[in-house]
C-alpha cells in the first residue's frame, strides 16, 4: 500500500490504537525509560520481569515447529528455526531474521518477536532463522553486526542438524525491524564482497530501520508522545551503542550523510523499505529509500500512514496484515 507524495506527513499527532495495544506499548516504553541509567548501563534484572521468553517447539504451534541452534556458546549467539509444517511447495526462502530493541532490548526468544516469527513462517510461507545476538551497552558496535554476519557464514558452511531440507539458501532474504532493520543493512553491507558457497542473498526487507543523524528531522520534532520512540530515547540508544566518542553522523547510525559508505558500485541487494506515519524515524527511513535509488539500487517504499513503531507485532492493527502480504509480493518478485 504505497502512497502518494501528498500522504507522506500525517497531519495528526496521535494515533488511533486498540486500548490492549495502547496498554503494551505504553509499559514497554515505561519500562524501558525505568531501567536506562544515565551512565548508559542498563537494569537487565529488573526489564526481565516484562520480556517474557518463549521456549521453542518441536510440535507444531499453528502450523509452525521450531527449534533452537548454537552458532557461539561463548558469545551466547544462537539462532531459532521456524519451520512451516504441511507446506507443499519444494525449496521455501530462507529468511534471517534480525529482532528490534534498539540494539540494547529483547531477545530472538522474547514472546513478541516469536510470535511475529512463527507468523512470517506461516503466512509468507518461508523458513525463518531469527538471530539472538549480543546487545549494547555490554556489547557495543560492532557486535551485533558481526554476530548477524557469523550466523549467515554458519548457515553456508555448517551442517545444522534438523534444518529443513526443502530450504532454499540460494533465495536468502534479510530481515529486521527497527535497529534489527539498521542490523539487515550493515549485514548486507558485508556480504556484499563476501563469497558465500551455498546462500545467495537477493533481497532486504527493512521494517521501521532505526537509522539517525545530528540533525533532528521535521518528523522528530513534531511526533512528541508517540509510543515507543522519542528523541531522548534514541539519544540514548544512540550513545550507548555506537563507539566512545563517536556521534550520530556515524556511519553505522546515518547511512547516507557525511561519513558513510558509497553504495553505488556496491552489490547490494533488492529492499522493501517500511514508513508509518506515527513513526519519529520516519524522515530517515525515507532518506535511505531515497539514498538506495540515487545508489542505483533496486527500492521500494512502502507506508501506512496511521502506523505507530512496532505496528507489525499486533495482528489486531490492519497494517500488520498489510505487511505480510507487501513482504510475500516482494519476495515472489525475487524468487
Same mark, same amino acid.
Given at each position: 500500500? #504505497?502512497? $502518494? @507524495? #501528498?500522504?507522506?506527513? =500525517? /497531519?495528526?499527532? !496521535?494515533?488511533n490504537l486498540p486500548w490492549k495495544t495502547k496498554l503494551f506499548l505504553s509499559t514497554f516504553s515505561f519500562f524501558t525509560d525505568v531501567v536506562r541509567r544515565s551512565n548508559f548501563t542498563v537494569n537487565r534484572r529488573l526489564f526481565?520481569?516484562? $520480556?517474557?521468553?518463549? *521456549?521453542?517447539?518441536?510440535? *507444531?504451534? =499453528? +502450523?509452525?515447529?521450531?527449534?533452537?541452534?548454537i552458532v557461539d556458546a561463548s558469545k551466547n549467539l544462537w539462532f531459532r528455526v521456524y519451520t512451516p509444517v504441511g507446506v507443499s511447495d519444494v525449496g521455501l526462502p530462507v529468511v534471517v531474521y534480525l529482532h528490534g530493541g534498539g540494539f540494547t532490548f529483547l531477545a530472538a526468544n522474547s514472546k513478541p518477536y516469536d510470535d511475529f516469527c512463527m507468523r512470517?513462517?506461516?503466512?509468507?510461507?518461508?523458513?525463518?532463522?531469527?538471530?539472538?545476538?549480543?546487545?549494547? /551497552?555490554? &556489547?557495543?558496535? /560492532?557486535?551485533?553486526?558481526? %554476530? +548477524?554476519? %557469523?550466523?549467515?557464514?554458519?548457515? %553456508?558452511?555448517?551442517?545444522?542438524?534438523n534444518f529443513p531440507g526443502f530450504a532454499n539458501l540460494s533465495n536468502c532474504f534479510l530481515a529486521g525491524d527497527s535497529?534489527?532493520?539498521?542490523?539487515? &543493512? &550493515?549485514?548486507?553491507?558485508?556480504?556484499? %564482497?563476501?563469497?558465500?558457497?551455498?546462500?545467495?542473498?537477493?533481497?532486504?526487507?527493512?521494517i521501521q530501520p532505526f537509522f539517525g543523524g545530528e540533525e533532528q528531522t521535521e518528523s522528530e520534532l513534531r511526533l512528541v508522545g508517540v509510543p515507543v520512540v522519542s528523541v531522548e530515547r534514541t539519544e540514548w540508544i544512540w550513545k550507548?551503542?555506537?563507539? @566512545? +566518542?563517536? $556521534?550520530? $553522523?556515524? *556511519?553505522? !547510525?546515518n547511512v547516507f550523510g557525511p561519513n558513510s559508505v558509497d553504495l553505488s558500485e556496491v552489490n547490494f541487494p533488492a529492499t522493501i523499505v517500511v514508513v508509518g506515519g506515527f513513526d519519529p524515524l520516519q524522515d530517515w527511513q525515507r532518506r535511505?529509500?531515497?539514498?538506495?535509488?540515487? !545508489? +542505483?539500487?533496486?527500492?521500494?517504499?512502502?507506508?501506512? *500512514?496511521?502506523?505507530? &513503531? #512496532?505496528?507489525?507485532?499486533? /495482528?489486531?492493527l490492519p497494517e500488520s496484515s498489510l505487511l505480510i502480504k507487501e513482504t510475500r509480493d516482494f519476495m515472489q518478485r525475487l524468487c
Open positions: 500500500m #504505497s502512497v $502518494d @507524495e #501528498s500522504q507522506k506527513k =500525517n /497531519p495528526k499527532t !496521535s494515533p526481565n520481569l516484562i $520480556d517474557t521468553k518463549s *521456549p521453542p517447539s518441536k510440535k *507444531p504451534i =499453528n +502450523g509452525v515447529s521450531s527449534s533452537d541452534v512470517l513462517a506461516r503466512e509468507l510461507p518461508a523458513v525463518v532463522v531469527s538471530v539472538n545476538y549480543r546487545l549494547s /551497552p555490554e &556489547h557495543k558496535y /560492532p557486535a551485533q553486526y558481526e %554476530d +548477524g554476519f %557469523d550466523v549467515l557464514k554458519f548457515l %553456508d558452511r555448517e551442517k545444522i542438524d535497529a534489527g532493520g539498521n542490523i539487515a &543493512h &550493515h549485514m548486507a553491507l558485508r556480504a556484499s %564482497d563476501f563469497s558465500f558457497q551455498k546462500l545467495k542473498l537477493v533481497g532486504l526487507i527493512a550507548a551503542f555506537l563507539p @566512545e +566518542g563517536s $556521534d550520530r $553522523d556515524h *556511519p553505522a !547510525s535511505y529509500y531515497e539514498g538506495l535509488k540515487k !545508489s +542505483g539500487k533496486d527500492a521500494t517504499l512502502v507506508e501506512y *500512514p496511521e502506523a505507530v &513503531h #512496532s505496528f507489525y507485532g499486533f /495482528p489486531e
